[in-house]
């Protein structure tokens, strides 16, 4: 079928669509008063593609990307749209490349019954001083180590019960290379003992995972070039923390294992969809508040769970905040 496009007025841009697409833009940009629970640009790093060897845009003026480029609904170009290897909502059983079709029945039942199951706590870093824009500048403000404190005592209840049989094995707290995480990281490893501090790590570093809908318009070239440089080091950083523990495991070695990784509001929310094998562009969707515990499990078949999802419990009303919000009325 042919493609035609048009122009359509957004702002002062003016940015070409498919004809397909044009009607459904004008009424949304007349209409649309939608604000999203998303970090600002300057909360952005820059950081190739979703798909190897493709060039990014962002060097062509917006009306060649987006006439030349097949696009997404008019949002953003198609090679940036996550697609999974199985239509939706099927469950991909090979999602970490661990799955094992060659195993008898028996096999399976005893990897089920005995297996390690892998539990992961996402929590994002306390409030921080947002108005530098230099990331050694950014610390916690006077709340946000509050907010720390009260999250390290969290998790040593959860985790370090003084009775044996309740204990968790804690195999590491791995945390980002960012001066808010690592402040927040800092704060929690006084409250749990004895357990492995890794190096910081920036693949867990702040960033725009991918692109979100609803969009709010279309895709700018920085977007779309943010977009580029900032997913596959946030994809590298998933695949690195979240497979399934396919062998089994030694003669009265723990079958629970459990990982701490203090990180950021993004990085959170697109784990949390690639995990669940949920479309990644509704990472927006969710609004982790901060020193909120979202907690996941990888049972050894490669199932996935959520058993907390942004859990502000341990904070009382007067230390929950989202960024520079307070409260609710927001």
Known sequence: MHNAWRFVQHG?????????SALGLQQYYQHSTTTFCGATDQDIPPIAGFQEGKETPATTSSYKSKVHEEWYHGMFPKRQLWR???????????????????????????????????????VRHGQYDESYRDDEKRVLTPLGREQAELTGQRLADMLQAQDPSMACHISSLRVSNMTRAK??????????QRVPYLEPDPDLNEGRPCHHIPSGGPATDKVIQVTDQNHPRIEQAFTKYFYRQSELPEEDAPQHEFEIIVCHANVIRYFLCRALQLPPETWLRFCPFNCSLTYLTIRPTGSVSCRFLGDIGHLPVSLQTFSNHYGFNW
């Not at 402040?183 to 749990?192: C, F, G």
């Open 12 to 20: 002062r841009r003016t940015v070409a669509v498919s004809a397909a």
């Open 84 to 122: 999974p290897k199985l239509e939706y909502p099927l469950w991909d059983p090979d999602w970490d490349h661990k799955h094992n079709d060659d195993l008898s029945s028996e096999e399976k039942r005893n990897l089920r019954v005995r297996g390690v199951t892998r539990h992961i706590i996402l």
């Open 183 to 192: 402040e927040t990281a800092d704060i929690i490893a006084k409250y749990i």
